[in-house]
């Protein structure tokens, strides 16, 4: 990764670029600005794109302004930021947003909190394409988070992993080949470190040593966009336990915003104690149901409350997850505390015990399940294998907890 600082940095490229912009400026019929115009904004705004390169004894002539990537980022960014729009096939100013370009710490938050709208904007389509591209909102988000959480320079190699995990999620790809998978990595990594320079050419990312870091600016633009407390502000200690699972427990002690929505620690629920979110759920206090909206489910409308309207410190609330297997939960408000400089909510502190498999028949299931993987004479044990995916059954064990892995997935709840 070319860490050199651009002649201009991001904020200033994008004043620069409106102002060219003007009273309007003619695109091109796909909507483009035009091959001339990209050459003189090329010196203009110092992006490094290179006109008709030559490679080897040979020039490739630059077709079109997409193919200078540095350029195409400016301008979708001013686009993202509605700096600028396009009407007819002419590249506009929003006059309304133009005050911004005269207030640098309003125009830099329009522009950070606008980046994770630019994935297919800038980043390589057709066969070079990383599934990156279509996933960039909550793998950006998450890359953000887990950079804020950490407080500390972080490998570039680990927040490739992140974008990995998120992107590829919605995916099936069991059936992919080595080599596949291999080109859909590479596109992955290139991609994330094609975003996080983007993130230093904003100022709110530094590289030293392959590891990004989050600048203070770059902190409190994170604070912001995630909805975190600022330090002081009051966190609640809850201890989520699922009831009923016993050979070992599994129970999280996870600090989240005390004006936590319920459809936000739903989201939380799932992520800490490791579900998929395939079932209904619905939150119980004794004497309402709280759930996603249903005409034919007698339901509140869980986005309308939150958290500390039914709970107070000490007191319980009951999730249930799954009306099949029937899971239930009991959340336990512990106690009120501050939020701290430095850390990132949702924040998973203690636990104990692995998620069940979702769709193993509840409590009484899970447990016939953990009997039969223990047996390997059991006659039902190559088929429970099979099931779950595994070729052996002590790859499976009910007592592995990972805080690490747990707050990982905290940052996308």
């Known amino acids: 990764m070319d860490h050199a600082a651009p002649k201009l940095e ?44 030559t490679i080897g004894d040979r020039v490739y002539r630059t077709g079109s302004s997409q193919e200078l990537l540095h350029l195409t980022l400016i301008v979708e960014w001013a686009k993202a930021a509605r700096l600028v729009r396009k009407t007819g096939n002419r590249l506009m100013q929003v006059k309304k947003n133009a005050r911004l370009l005269d207030d640098e710490e309003a125009l830099w938050r329009t522009l950070f909190t606008s980046f994770d709208q630019l994935g297919e904007a800038f980043l390589p ?140 620690l739903h989201e939380i629920v799932q992520a800490a104690m490791g579900w998929e979110n395939a079932h209904l759920h619905a939150f119980v206090d004794g004497r309402t149901q709280y759930s996603v909206p249903d005409p034919d489910l007698p339901y509140r409308d869980e986005r309308e409350v939150r958290l500390t309207d039914l709970v107070k410190p000490g007191g319980r609330l009951l999730y249930v997850y799954d009306f099949g297997d029937h899971w239930e939960h ?45 047996k390997p004479d059991h006659p039902e044990h190559g088929d429970a294998l099979d099931w779950l995916g595994l070729d052996d059954g002590t790859r499976f064990d009910p007592a592995r907890f990972s805080l690490d892995e747990v707050n990982r997935r905290l940052l996308g709840a």
């Not at 200033?12 to 695109?27: A, I, N, S």
């Open 10 to 53: 991001m904020p200033e490229q994008v004043r620069t670029f409106v102002r060219w912009v003007g009273d309007g400026r003619k695109l091109t019929q796909t909507g483009r600005v035009t091959l001339a115009d990209a050459k003189a904004l090329v010196k203009l705004l110092g992006t490094e794109d290179v006109i008709d390169p």
């Open 125 to 264: 389509d057709g066969f070079g394409e990383s599934l990156l591209r279509r996933e960039f909102a909550p793998a950006i988000r998450a890359v953000l988070a887990w950079l804020y959480h950490r407080g500390a320079p972080v490998p570039v190699e680990d927040l490739c992993e992140i974008t990995w995990d998120m992107a590829s999620a919605p995916y099936v790809l069991d059936h992919a080949t080595e080599l596949q998978l291999d080109h859909l990595r590479a596109c992955n990594d290139r991609d994330t470190k094609q975003a996080l320079e983007a993130l230093r050419s904003l100022g709110a990312v530094t590289f030293e040593n392959d590891a990004a870091e989050l600048t203070e600016l770059g902190r409190d633009g994170v604070r912001e966009l995630l909805g975190q407390p600022s330090p002081g502000d009051p966190v609640h200690q809850l201890k989520i336990t699922l009831l009923g699972v016993e050979n070992p427990p599994v129970w999280r002690r996870v600090l989240l915003p005390a004006a936590v929505r319920l459809d936000d």
């Open 330 to 374: 009991e959340i336990v408000v512990e106690e009120v505390t501050a939020a701290e400089a430095g850390k990132s909510y949702p924040l998973c502190v203690a636990g104990q015990g692995d998620c069940p498999p979702e769709d193993c028949g509840g409590v009484a299931g899970y447990e016939h399940l953990v009997e039969i993987l223990a």
